[in-house]
């Protein structure tokens, strides 16, 4: 069962409770359950990893500070999800759509007792989706790196995850989501090719325009203070990202396993075609491109984990790697300062995955949606990808620009020149990341 059909089910639970009272309904099955709660805790272990993978490519007076920007998200966005963003996401909808909500879900009272139709108990679900919640605006972070306040960043990250993420969280998997019902079987997107990664990558492209580049770029050199963190980051979010892509089919069984493979695939694809690239352009494979390819290959299989074989993960591993390191060329000689290439990378590759993906969806796949709408193809499919691809972009960028507006005028949200020249560490956490002077 894929997770789809899991929460179409699950929508219907409200029904059921009667049932319950009286000790029917649905049990938890321990391997699903046990495999759930597995990838809540590698999905959580990819913001400490991408905390370290942001942490290395900034100057060393910006460490500490980058790395905060992640360690907010788990605080803020760990509690504002639990209040009311599950219910905003998940919730039957309200607005027209817009939105989803429910008071039940508030504080998440009412799955109390909710076991899902899966066998999973719907706080691990809801726990899981949580954890997806937090890592989005934290690859936001990435775009506006050294420049930004600590309180500015509380401020949007509330603000983005309330207003941008839970509606398109909603859109594209609640199961009377605009996107989730869109032709023969929905905009396909396993894991958050739209949700998380386009959604990320072009608020933090939209928010590096609004905000400017940091000041000296890119005349003055602003080279990474420590790629070995970099190396262990990335390590760590491939690694995490099994339970990213894996733990999205709400369930273990064969098609966990299946998206597990590919991921696995795609990522070291990734990193193959990064580093060959480099070799032949420069002589020089680097361990920055290294890990770039990693993130590149794990970011375009991300929507499509669930519908491609092995074959297309090799094939949307290479070119997402080709794109990926192209946009970041591009960004070079445009000038814009997308600090640490959150949409050179995640926007990017998040575009061609879940454009990408219609061309390698596996043939039950194709049956499945024919038996549904007699005919359905590939440009079908592909039109529906399109439509939410566009519709992601510019919800994304429009929202983030009313928000950082909101933000800055109220708060501030890019900090001065002298702060920037002085850095994060000290001037806004009174605290530096090796306990060494004069480092830059």
Not at 88 to 112: C, E, H, M, T, Y
Request: aromatic letters at 10%.
């Amino acid at each position: 069962m894929t997770w789809k059909r899991c929460l179409g089910l699950a929508a219907l639970w409200s029904l059921a409770q009667p049932l319950l009272a009286q000790g029917s309904g649905p049990v938890v099955d321990s391997g699903s359950t046990a495999w759930m709660l597995t990838s809540t805790t590698l999905v959580l272990l990819m913001v400490p990893g991408l905390a370290l993978f942001y942490g290395g490519l900034v100057r060393t007076k910006n460490v500490l500070g980058t790395m905060m920007h992640s360690y907010a998200a788990m605080a803020v966005v760990g509690v504002l999800w639990a209040v009311v963003g599950y219910g905003l996401s998940f919730g039957p909808n309200a607005l027209g759509g817009l939105i989803g909500w429910s008071k039940g879900l508030v504080l998440l009272r009412s799955i109390d007792h909710t076991i899902l139709p899966a066998g999973v108990p719907e706080y691990a679900f809801a726990m899981f989706q949580g954890k997806f919640a937090i890592i989005t605006p934290a690859l936001i972070a990435g775009a506006v790196a050294e420049r930004i306040s600590f309180r500015g960043w509380l401020a949007f990250i509330t603000l983005w995850v309330l207003f941008v993420y839970c509606p398109l969280c909603h859109w594209v998997w609640a199961p009377d989501g605009y996107f989730f019902n869109l032709g023969a079987k929905g905009a396909i997107d396993f894991a958050g090719g739209t949700v998380v990664h386009i959604s990320s990558g072009v608020a933090g492209l939209a928010l590096a325009l609004f905000l400017g580049a940091r000041h000296g770029y890119p005349k003055t050199a602003m080279a990474p203070n420590n790629l070995t963190f970099t190396l262990l980051g990335a390590g760590l979010l491939w690694v995490g990202w099994f339970g990213f892509n894996a733990g999205s089919s709400i369930a273990s069984n064969l098609e966990t396993a299946r998206a597990l493979t590919v991921t696995q695939v795609a990522a070291a694809t990734g990193a193959l075609t990064w580093i060959l690239i480099e070799t032949v352009r420069h002589d020089k494979p680097t361990s920055l491109g290294m890990a770039s390819g990693i993130l590149a290959g794990l970011v375009v299989i991300t929507p499509a984990a669930g519908v491609v074989q092995v074959g297309g993960a090799i094939v949307l591993g290479a070119i997402a790697a080709c794109v990926c390191y192209s946009m970041i060329m591009l960004k070079n000689k445009l000038g814009y300062d997308d600090s640490l290439d959150a949409f050179g990378i995640h926007g990017t590759g998040g575009i061609v995955g879940a454009l990408g993906l219609t061309f390698f969806i596996r043939g039950s796949w194709w049956a499945e949606a024919g038996a549904k709408v007699p005919g359905w193809g590939l440009w079908d499919q592909l039109k529906i990808q399109g439509v939410a691809v566009l519709c992601t972009i510019l919800f994304s960028v429009v929202m983030t620009l009313l928000i950082a507006v909101l933000v800055e005028k109220l708060i501030g949200f890019r900090i001065s020149e002298a702060a920037e020249k002085t850095g994060l560490d000290h001037e806004l956490h009174g605290e530096r990341a090796y306990g060494l002077n004069n480092l830059n």
